[in-house]
């Protein structure tokens, strides 16, 4: 489940992000859509680490959700890129079926490149030669 906190800088709007998780929960067939927060394992716990690879049209970068906000139809994702430390925001349009920008945890990336590594690094059968 997605939490809000309250800060000076963010606004606390606990209730419509609750409402559409509600509907969410009560009727999953209508916001596949919104399914834009990717975890390997399919769970949508990944939110806790709140550090992914967000994935746009135009871009992708590593980033760290700071804030989830709900304004009319729109999601609005706060975010900071870990690269630039600068802080920007994503609007995710909630009637939108076909979502611009993915959000793929950052756990997940890391456990398969740690994976591929190691499976590349164990693997001495790749470097010998038969001449």
Not at 36 to 54: A, H, T, V, W
Not at 90 to 107: A, E, G, M
Request: hydrophobic content about 40%; some cysteine; glycine content about 4%.
């Amino acid at each position: 489940m997605i939490t809000m906190t309250s800060t000076n800088n963010h606004i606390d709007n606990h209730d419509e992000v609750q409402s559409l998780i509600d509907s969410i929960e009560s009727t999953p067939a209508d916001f596949e859509h919104l399914k834009i927060f990717l975890n390997r394992n399919g769970k949508s716990n990944c939110l806790q680490d709140k550090e992914y690879l967000m994935v746009t049209p135009n871009v992708f970068g590593k980033v760290k959700v700071l804030d989830l906000k709900v304004n009319a139809d729109y999601i609005i994702i706060e975010f900071l890129d870990c690269a630039m430390q600068m802080v920007g925001n994503v609007r995710v349009d909630i009637n939108d079926s076909n979502p611009k920008t993915l959000f793929i945890c950052w756990q997940d990336i890391k456990r398969m490149v740690l994976d591929e590594t190691s499976s590349m690094s164990s693997n001495d059968g790749l470097l010998d030669f038969d001449f």
